[in-house]
């Protein structure tokens, strides 16, 4: 760990770490259900000390942490694997295509990385129960680290959550509660459950550990990148909180004299879920009025870090675009036809986005292109049954396959 303090996002006051635990204090003091967070804090380190001591030859990555190594969870997370798809760049019309996959943490999702952080912060602040809203990947996630920390997790998920997340957070041992709403009452009632009885909050960017914690694959991009900036990234982004991280990476590594340019980040949102997209392009902020999207990963009335998330996308140079449900489905089916890898619709919104933007000139031909893949496609299979036709069975005779087989080629189906 760097010594570090927190800075409000919202008005700049800077606070020492054991005096605020989650917004800051005075402009929080302005913030009511029903709108995105105000005074998000962000951790900022003494670089000077990084830059001193960080080694490309034996890097040491728990300079970039803001919790001390001891305090660790006993669960592995990051570390995912990052390579060129030249198959999908072919098929997308652009040439240097890459693919981060944090489907491979762990619970399925890059929300390991930061439940990792909050717990380990809450190992330091002996904290027993940790308490999160969630529309299933934060919450499997910290249910499956306070699994392997000892720890008790709390989680408020609304009742139409995919099953998966549902079962894995129980089967990880987490108390769960399905509420009859939106990811936004989930959130709520979680804020007035901590009120009143206590415990740590891991609500994204309402911890602001949370932030740092997804920062994580920004700073593995670039060193499994060869310590080289990309020249884009393409996050999936539902309240804004993995934007913010990825930038959030690569401007400590900036502020540290490591790098000397930010990647452009390409926010890509649901059509109907697309509060960020719109305070983008519009500079001016409302709720998404009916957030429904195939993508529950993505799916938000009211982003949490709608703010920093724009910031975040305008200071890297990027910009944000929209895809629909039927876009990102196919998208869903291109990723794993052309890459093996599955990843749920979320974050197949990636992939969905970069075909749009083929021959657009936002992003050129030979640039290299991160495609950020946030989660596995096995969390949420009926989604993706809805892309596809299942075969029928046929008699086990090898006539009987040539004649399935037949049929279906007549079909143009495989
Ligand atoms: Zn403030």
Request: aromatic residues 8%; contains cysteine.
């Amino acid at each position: 760990m760097t010594k570090f303090v927190y800075q409000c996002s919202n008005c700049g006051k800077r606070y020492q770490r054991d005096e605020v635990r989650y917004l800051c204090p005075l402009c929080s003091r302005d913030y009511r259900s029903g709108i995105p967070l105000i005074g998000v804090l962000s951790a900022q380190f003494d670089y000077g000390a990084i830059r001193r001591k960080f080694s490309k030859v034996k890097p040491d990555w728990n300079q970039f942490s803001a919790v001390e190594e001891k305090f660790y969870p006993p669960l592995p997370v990051g570390n995912t694997p990052f390579f060129k798809t030249a198959a999908l760049g072919n098929e997308l019309g652009f040439d240097n295509v890459w693919i981060k996959n944090d489907g491979l943490n762990p619970s399925a999702s890059l929300k390991d990385r930061a439940s990792f952080l909050v717990v380990a912060e809450a190992n330091r602040l002996k904290e027993q129960t940790i308490v999160a809203a969630s529309t299933g990947n934060a919450a499997s996630a910290l249910a499956a680290v306070c699994a392997a920390a000892g720890k008790r997790a709390l989680i408020f998920v609304p009742e139409n959550a995919p099953k998966a997340k549902l079962v894995q957070m129980i089967l990880y041992g987490a108390t769960v509660v399905p509420v009859r709403g939106t990811y936004d009452d989930a959130f709520r009632l979680s804020l007035e459950y901590n009120a009143k009885r206590g415990g740590l909050n891991r609500n994204t960017a309402y911890h602001p550990l949370t932030i740092e914690g997804k920062k994580t694959v920004g700073l593995e991009i670039w060193q499994q990148n060869h310590w080289r900036v990309p020249d884009a990234i393409l996050v999936p982004t539902g309240d804004g909180v993995i934007i913010s991280g990825v930038h959030k990476a690569f401007c400590d590594l900036k502020a540290a004299g490591l790098i000397s340019r930010l990647p452009r980040l390409v926010c890509a949102q649901a059509e109907k879920s697309n509060a960020i997209h719109h305070y983008v392009e519009s500079g001016i902020y409302e709720n998404a009025a009916h957030p429904d999207t195939i993508a529950d990963s993505i799916s938000v009335s009211i982003p949490s870090n709608a703010h920093m998330a724009r910031q975040a996308i305008l200071e890297s140079g990027g910009f944000s675009i929209t895809v629909s449900d039927a876009e990102i489905l196919e998208g869903q089916s291109t990723l794993a036809a052309k890459t093996g890898v599955f990843a749920e619709p979320a974050c197949s919104a990636v992939v969905a986005a970069l075909k749009k933007l083929r021959g657009s000139k936002r992003l050129g031909h030979s640039e290299q292109i991160v495609l950020l893949i946030t989660g596995h496609g096995l969390k949420d299979v009926d989604a993706a049954m809805r892309g596809i036709h299942l075969p029928k069975a046929v008699e086990p005779t090898l006539a009987a396959v040539e004649v399935a087989l037949k049929a279906r080629a007549k079909k143009g189906a495989r």
